[in-house]
C-alpha cells in the first residue's frame, strides 16, 4: 500500500467536467458560429441548425481527447484535462469559423476526419483478470487486423497471454509496428510458469522490435533481470521513449544493471516509475546512471525499493542534472540525514518542480531542514509537499514553516507521523494563513494537543476551498473534540476522524497553553462561520 493512499480519497477532481458544463459550451460555440464579430464578418456566419451540428461535435470530439490524457494520469486534479479540452474547443472552433457557411455534409467537422483517441486506443485491460489461449486471441485481437485501422496505443494489461495467445499476437503486432505509439503491457503473463512467460515476453520483444514508442508499460510482471533481458531486443531498439514503466516488477540489483544496459537512449525520457521494487543500493547505482543521462526528466519515481544512504546519495546527486522534474516521489526508502542533504543540493535547481514526495525517508530533523531551504529558494510553482513518517521534531519546524509560507501556490501539505507537538503545528498555522489555495492538510500522528490542534482548525476553517484537515493520532482532549467540532459545525466534512485520538497520551502543558491563549482568543473571536 502506498503511503498516501488514504489521503488520495480527499484529492479534488476537476475533471471530467459535468454534463451541464459540457451543454453550455456547446451553447457558448453555437453562438460563437452565428453572431456578428471579427471572424463572421470575414467568413460568414453559420445558420443555427449547422452551428449547433458542429458545436456538438466539436465539444465530443475535445471531451475525447481531455478524457484520454486525463486517464494517463490519473492521480492528478484534472487540471491539465480542463486545459486541455479548452484548447481542442478552441482550435476546432476556429477552423470552423475559418471554413464557412454552407458546406457539404462531408465536410463539417467529424469524428471520422479528426481522428479521436476512442478510435486509436485498443484496449482489453478491461473486466474480470483473465487468462487468454490461442483461440479467444484470435477474435479479441481482431480489430487490430482490420485494414486502414488508425489504433496508435494498445493495452493487453490484466489479460495473461499463454504461448499460443502470444503466437497469435505477434504477427498482428509486427503489421502495427510502424503506427503504434504507445504500448502497455502490464500485468500481462501473471500466473504463467516462469519459462512460459519468458518465452511470450520474447515473442511480445522480437514482434514490436523496431517500433517507434513514444511510451511503454512493462510494470506487474515479476520481470527480474531473465524477464528484462527477454524485452532486450525491444528495449534496444526505443531511441525515442518519453516514458517509462517498470513499477513492482521484481527488480533486483542484476536487473536494475540490466536495465541500465538495455535502454541507451534516455535523452528523450520524461517521465520514469520504478516503484516497488526491490533494487537496494547497488540497483540504486545503476538506476542513478540511466537517471544521469535522461536530461529531460520530468517525473520520476523510485519508491519503495530499499535503497539506502549509498545508493540514495548516487541517485540524488543524478537528479541534480535533471532540472526540469516536475515531480519527484523517493517515498518510503532509508535515504538517511545524509541523503537528505544529497537530494537538497539537487533539489536546488529544480525550478519547475511541482510536487515532491519525501515521506519514510529517515531524514531527521538535519535531513530535513536540508531539504525545505533548499525548497524555498527553489520551487515557486510547488503545489504539493510532503514529508511525513521522517521524525521530524519541533526543532525542525521554523525551517519547515519558513519554506512552506514561501509557497503561495501550496495545496497539499502532509507532515503526519511526526513529532511536531503543539510548538511545530502553531508554527505550521502560522505559515499557511495566507495560503488562499490550500485545501488539504495532514499532520495527524504529531503528539498535538488541544491548544495546535485549534490553532490548525481556526486558520483552514476560514478558507474558502479548504476540504481536508487530518489532526487524528494525536494527544487532544475530550474537550478539545467538543471545541473542534464546534469550529466545524458549519463544515463537518472538512474534518476528519478523530477515532485514533488518544486523550490521555500527554500531560496538558498548562503553562505551554496559556502562552498561546491570547493570540488563540484573538482569533475565535475573529472566526466567521457562515
Known amino acids: 500500500m502506498e503511503p498516501d493512499s488514504q489521503q488520495r480519497s480527499f484529492s479534488i477532481k476537476l475533471w471530467p467536467p459535468s454534463q451541464n458544463t459540457r451543454q453550455t459550451l456547446v451553447e457558448r460555440m453555437t453562438n460563437n458560429l452565428t453572431t456578428k464579430s471579427l471572424f463572421t464578418q470575414k467568413y460568414g456566419t453559420l445558420d443555427r ?14 471531451f475525447a481527447t481531455a478524457n484520454l490524457h486525463y486517464e494517463k494520469e490519473p492521480d492528478g486534479d484534472g487540471g491539465s484535462a480542463v486545459q486541455l479540452y479548452a484548447k481542442e474547443c478552441s482550435k476546432l472552433l476556429l477552423d470552423v469559423l475559418k471554413r464557412g457557411p454552407g458546406r457539404k455534409e462531408d465536410e463539417v467537422v467529424t469524428s471520422s476526419h479528426i481522428t479521436t483517441p476512442h478510435e486509436s486506443v485498443f484496449d482489453i485491460s478491461k473486466g474480470k483478470r483473465a487468462f487468454i489461449e490461442a483461440d479467444e486471441a484470435q477474435e479479441l485481437l481482431s480489430p487490430l487486423k482490420d485494414p486502414g485501422n488508425s489504433f496508435t496505443k494498445i493495452c493487453f494489461s490484466n489479460r495473461s497471454f499463454g504461448i499460443g495467445a502470444a503466437q497469435v499476437a505477434e504477427p498482428i503486432l509486427t503489421s502495427l509496428k510502424d503506427q503504434l505509439r504507445e504500448v ?12 512460459e512467460a519468458l518465452d511470450v515476453m520474447k515473442i511480445f520483444s522480437s514482434a514490436l522490435e523496431g517500433s517507434v514508442l513514444k511510451s511503454l ?25 518519453e516514458e517509462l514503466y517498470l513499477m513492482n516488477d521484481g527488480i533486483s540489483k542484476e536487473a536494475a544493471r540490466a536495465v541500465c ?23 540504486a547505482l545503476a538506476i542513478a546512471e540511466v537517471v544521469n543521462r535522461s536530461p529531460s526528466l520530468e517525473d520520476f519515481r523510485c519508491s519503495s525499493t530499499r535503497i539506502g544512504t549509498e545508493g540514495g546519495v548516487a541517485l540524488c546527486d543524478a537528479l541534480g542534472n535533471c532540472t526540469h522534474l516536475k515531480k519527484l516521489d523517493l517515498r518510503d526508502n532509508m535515504l538517511g540525514t545524509e541523503g537528505g542533504v544529497s537530494l537538497s543540493k539537487a533539489l536546488s535547481k529544480h525550478t519547475e518542480l511541482r510536487e515532491v514526495y519525501l515521506s519514510y525517508l529517515n531524514l531527521a530533523d538535519d535531513g530535513a531542514i536540508a531539504i525545505v531551504d533548499a525548497l524555498k529558494e527553489s ?12 521524525d521530524i521534531t ?60 485549534q490553532q490548525l482548525a481556526v486558520t483552514v476553517v476560514q478558507k474558502a476551498d479548504f ?6 493520532g494525536n494527544f487532544i482532549s475530550e474537550e478539545g473534540i467538543e471545541e473542534l467540532t464546534d469550529i466545524f459545525k458549519s463544515s463537518p466534512d472538512v474534518l476528519g476522524p478523530l477515532d485514533e485520538n488518544d486523550p490521555e497520551g500527554e500531560d496538558i502543558d498548562e503553562e505551554s497553553e496559556e502562552g498561546d491563549a491570547d493570540e488563540l482568543e484573538s482569533k475565535m473571536k475573529n472566526l466567521v462561520v457562515d
Open 394 to 453: 519541533a526543532d525542525a519546524a521554523p525551517a519547515i514553516a519558513a519554506c512552506i509560507a514561501a509557497k503561495q501556490f501550496l495545496s497539499k501539505l502532509n507532515l503526519s507521523e511526526n513529532e511536531l507537538k503543539d510548538e511545530g503545528a502553531n508554527l505550521i498555522s502560522k505559515a499557511i494563513e495566507g495560503h488562499g489555495q490550500l485545501k488539504e492538510v495532514d499532520i495527524s500522528a504529531n503528539q498535538i494537543t488541544r491548544n495546535g490542534a
Open 217 to 241: 508499460n512493462l510494470s506487474d510482471n515479476a520481470l527480474g533481470e531473465k524477464g528484462v533481458r527477454a524485452f532486450g531486443a525491444l528495449l534496444k531498439s526505443q531511441k525515442c521513449l
Open 184 to 195: 502497455d503491457l502490464s500485468d500481462f503473463i501473471a500466473g504463467r510458469p516462469e519459462a
Open 261 to 283: 544496459e538495455l535502454i541507451p537512449f534516455t535523452e528523450k525520457l520524461k517521465v520514469l516509475h520504478f516503484h516497488n521494487n526491490m533494487t537496494g543500493d547497488e540497483g
Open 49 to 62: 441548425e449547422e452551428a449547433e451540428e458542429n458545436a456538438k461535435r466539436i465539444e465530443d470530439v475535445a
Open 467 to 472: 476540504k481536508h484537515l487530518n489532526i487524528n
Open 379 to 390: 520551487a515557486p510553482q510547488l503545489e504539493v509537499l510532503e514529508l511525513s513518517g521522517n
